[in-house]
């Protein structure tokens, strides 16, 4: 039954505004045939049920007092009611308790905490997003300090522990101090083992970060999320506020979007719970918190890996170099959340950026010299032998070569080259030439084989004069008058 207001609202879209019945149920949040029913009605004549007795209606005090007692169950009070002379079904049963049943509802204290006494953090994930040529799964890190509602985010794509313990260090050089205790849920990185009646296994990891900050641990209890309603608050407000709707293109832009997000929105607005903005009650709880340790704690994460005979360590798909002397060798990773560090016998042979990216590939440059300078040096002592089997004298040669030329080798190499385009029979005796003239180069050596391989004409035979050949000469009287010492010029 609807009352007049409702019924004059259908009567008004059906006749003034002509719309029909499914557009009038979807204005007025009504159902389709409630409002086929009225919309024809010219008057609002309401209808009154007959009253209509039911089979239960003697029973219904019973079964009143009964859910008042304890929480039977529908089908227990039917077995009962049965047993005084009930003959209906079970159905109706069900439906009488169903709708007078008390509501349960479960009590909570509420938490109140004094100034600087506690922070909670807690994980958030949002889908995917978007790395180098990958995807990877968003996750976000929320920190909140329970007394002034302070916040801060920090998005990853990776829950680590390396990441938890990071967050935590960004966190508190965000609020510039530390709280006296942090409330975490009952994760791996903060609680190995948690049983009913006994003392939770902190992470020892996480157990001496805590005392090097100076900052108790304190788990929820097992199934009560709630105690950490805080920062579960934080942590959906977050995707609602700020995620919701937001165009990520890629995972580098969500830390200036999350900086924006919590230097103009989040701490400034005023809380639903406190009516203050976190940011003005935080300059009166930055009092109470505690300071920072002079130095930061060492957040990485130590295994062991073995590098390949590329010389490369595998880590989540991507590989990256060592020197190319410690190929198979055991080495010691320190994972961050910003770069791998690469250790032998406790000393730094490699340092890389960490990528999120996937099946990549990342060298040094430095890193195969070593092998490539090995390399070369084979080269260089097969040419050398090379040298040796040209000639007797090739040993000699080459030390009177590092006497007098600066890069001995270089003219090895020349003379190694012209043994492949010279027989070699000539490039010894060209070497044992340039050795008797004391010619020490390659220059020399090649000089000799190119003019050696010059082809020399024959010569043909001499054509002698014959004497009477002689008789047919004529000579002319020479002029003897230019020795005159008269004919000479002053």
């Known amino acids: 039954m609807i009352d007049y207001e409702t019924y004059a609202q259908i009567r008004n879209c059906f006749t003034r505004d002509g719309l029909n019945y499914s557009q009038i149920a979807d204005e007025l949040s009504l159902d389709h045939r409630t409002v086929a029913k009225w919309a024809d009605e010219k008057r609002y004549l309401p209808r009154r049920s007959a009253a209509h007795k039911s089979k239960l209606d003697p029973f219904k005090n019973d079964i009143a007092q009964m859910l008042e007692k304890h929480a039977f169950t529908a089908r227990q009070i039917f077995q009962r ?60 890190f929320v920190m909140v300090l329970c007394h002034s509602r302070m916040m801060y985010v920090e998005f990853t794509v990776s829950q680590t522990m390396e ?34 009646g006994k003392a939770p296994v902190f992470n020892p990891r996480y157990m001496d970060f805590s005392d090097h900050y100076g900052f108790a641990i304190a788990p929820c209890n097992v199934g009560k999320g709630n105690e950490k309603g805080v ?76 590098a390949s005979r590329q010389f490369r360590v595998t880590i989540d798909t991507n590989r990256y170099s060592v ?92 003379i190694v080259a012209l043994s492949e385009i010279y027989p070699k029979e000539q490039v010894a005796r060209a070497i044992e030439d340039a050795f008797y003239f004391k010619a020490f180069s390659c220059d020399y050596i090649a000089n000799l084989l190119e003019q050696r391989s010059h082809h020399v004409k024959a010569h043909r035979a001499l054509h002698l004069t014959r004497s009477s050949d002689l008789l047919d000469l004529t000579i002319n009287k020479p002029d003897l008058s230019i020795y005159d010492i008269g004919g000479t010029n002053e």
């Open 231 to 306: 920062v579960e608050n934080a942590v959906g407000y977050v995707k609602k506020n700020l995620l919701n709707g937001l165009d990520i293109s890629d995972f580098k832009i969500m830390k200036p979007i999350a900086k924006n997000w919590i230097d103009t929105i989040a701490n400034v607005r005023n809380h639903g719970e406190t009516g203050k903005r976190p940011v003005d009650m935080f300059a009166e709880e930055k009092q109470s918190l505690q300071s920072l340790p002079a130095e930061p704690y060492d957040i990485g994460v130590v295994e062991q890996a073995r």
């Open 323 to 414: 020197p190319a002397q410690l190929a198979g060798v055991g080495l010691t990773v320190k994972r961050y959340p910003d770069r791998f560090c690469f250790y032998h016998e406790n000393k730094l042979v490699a340092r890389h950026v960490r990528s999120f990216d996937r099946r990549r590939d990342f060298e040094h440059p430095d890193h195969p010299k070593i092998l490539l300078a090995q390399r070369k040096k084979a080269l260089d002592q097969k040419i050398f032998m090379r040298f040796l089997d040209l000639s007797d004298n090739a040993q000699e040669y080459y030390r009177q070569l590092e006497q007098c030329r600066m890069n001995p080798f270089h003219h090895i190499r020349q």
């Open 81 to 140: 009611i049965r047993d005084n002379g009930f003959d209906g079904g079970i159905t109706i049963v069900t439906d009488y308790v169903r709708k007078i049943r008390p509501p349960k509802t479960t009590p909570y204290l509420k938490l109140v905490f004094a100034p600087g006494e506690c922070a909670q953090v807690d994980w958030g994930s949002y889908g995917n997003v978007r790395v180098g040529s990958t995807s990877r799964r968003l996750s976000f």
């Open 163 to 196: 990441h938890f313990l990071g967050c935590h260090q960004n966190a508190f050089h965000f609020f510039g101090s530390v709280p006296q205790k942090i409330m975490v849920d009952n994760l791996k990185s903060a609680v190995l083992k948690r049983t009913i």
